[in-house]
């Protein structure tokens, strides 16, 4: 037990339960890498889904403007973006270069992060009349969303809520202790719909997490404890 706590450090342990016992503390943390696992596929899967149907949208919406080095909206010349996001796609285009790849669409979409995707969705795009409501006329969203959801004040904190969810998941913090952990999950399953109903349809029969969620910390308890007594 005193290995383990050392090789995790008593800070971080503490994380998991402070003034709880060490076994329960490990435990928690077991449950909570578990956790982390199964909602990859649901954060996974969002994220590309929204990109590309943001993507995808101005695309249709800007079609023919004038471009720098990358054949797309991101990259108009001049930019539709405000200097921080124009900082943003220059960055990106740098580290292609400097990984050698071409600066093609696709890899520039990939190279943006999931930050940068939510931040378009900020009030000042919709106060210039650059990308809001504009997009949603280019079917941002699939005609079965609800047409409730097809505004950017609405889509907005939902989506920054799952990325908030999805830092802390990429970053291995603790979530374990999170009372609204399902009700996020399914909003980021049910925008994964709102942008893709077959891309929901394909992932959900391998989503995990709501048994892993249900079963608790007690099955990592369990092992924690079968370890101790062998050691």
């Known amino acids: ?7 995790l450090s008593s800070e971080r342990l503490d994380a998991y339960g402070a003034g709880r016992a060490n076994d329960q503390k490990i435990a928690n943390y077991l449950w909570n890498l578990a956790l982390c696992e199964s909602l990859y596929p649901a954060l996974n899967a969002l994220e590309i889904a929204f990109r590309n149907a943001v993507f995808n949208a101005g695309a249709q919406v800007f079609n023919g403007i004038s471009t720098r080095d990358v054949p797309c909206w991101l990259d108009a010349n001049p930019s539709l973006l405000d200097p921080d996001h124009e900082y943003s796609v220059a960055a990106a285009k740098l580290r292609l270069r400097e990984r050698g790849r071409e600066l093609e669409p696709g890899r520039l979409v ?5 930050g940068f995707w939510t931040s378009l969705l900020e009030v000042r795009y919709e106060r210039n009349k650059v990308l809001w409501p504009h997009l949603f006329g280019a079917q941002l969203l699939h005609p079965s969303s609800p047409r409730s959801m097809r505004s950017r004040k609405q889509l907005s904190p939902l989506l920054n809520r799952v990325r908030h969810l999805r830092n802390r998941v990429f970053h291995h913090e603790p979530i374990w202790h999170w009372s609204d952990l399902v009700q996020q999950h399914a909003v980021a399953v049910d925008l994964i719909g709102w942008f893709s109903p077959a891309l929901r349809a394909t992932i959900e029969p391998g989503d995990r997490f709501r048994t892993v969620h249900s079963a608790g910390s007690g099955p990592y308890l369990q092992r924690v404890r079968s370890l101790m007594l062998a050691a």
């Open 1 to 7: 037990m005193h290995a383990i706590r050392k090789a």
């Open 110 to 114: 990939a190279e943006l992060t999931f």
